[in-house]
């Protein structure tokens, strides 16, 4: 398995950045793929998720500025983020094959991780 994330940066308050990770090595579209985001000093969270059928999941802290999507085709997961904020700095990484609970946090002992993409929020 291999996902590589880009389209990382730096953005002012407010807004926008797109994120993709290109999968390879597994069958990709029978995964879910999901997102999750580490802020310095802090642990793990889960940002969104996109399973199989092309439904969704978001944490509450980002429902209504990020969209997940997903191009089977490409074997290809984005996530465009939004009016985005200064707490939204973190490295955020692509993961795969392990369950997305929200009330567990993500942790890199499951499941396949890219290597992460550094988003800074700052004016």
């Known amino acids: 398995v291999q996902l590589v994330e880009s389209g990382g940066g730096l953005a002012q308050p407010g807004g926008s950045l797109r994120l993709s990770c290109a999968a390879s090595?597994?069958?990709?579209?029978?995964?879910?793929m999901a997102w999750a985001r580490q802020v310095p000093g802090k642990g793990l969270e889960w940002v969104s998720g996109i399973y199989r059928d092309g439904s969704t999941w978001y944490a509450s802290s980002v429902l209504g500025r990020f969209t997940i999507s997903r191009d089977n085709a490409k074997n290809t997961v984005f996530l465009q983020m939004n009016s985005l904020k200064s707490e939204d700095t973190a490295v955020y990484y692509c993961?795969?094959?392990?369950?997305?609970?929200?009330?567990?946090?993500?942790?890199?002992?499951?499941?396949?991780w890219g290597q992460g993409t550094q988003v800074t929020v700052s004016s």
């Open positions: 993961v795969t094959k392990t369950p997305i609970i929200a009330t567990m946090a993500p942790t890199k002992s499951r499941g396949s």
């Open positions: 090595g597994f069958t990709f579209s029978i995964w879910a």
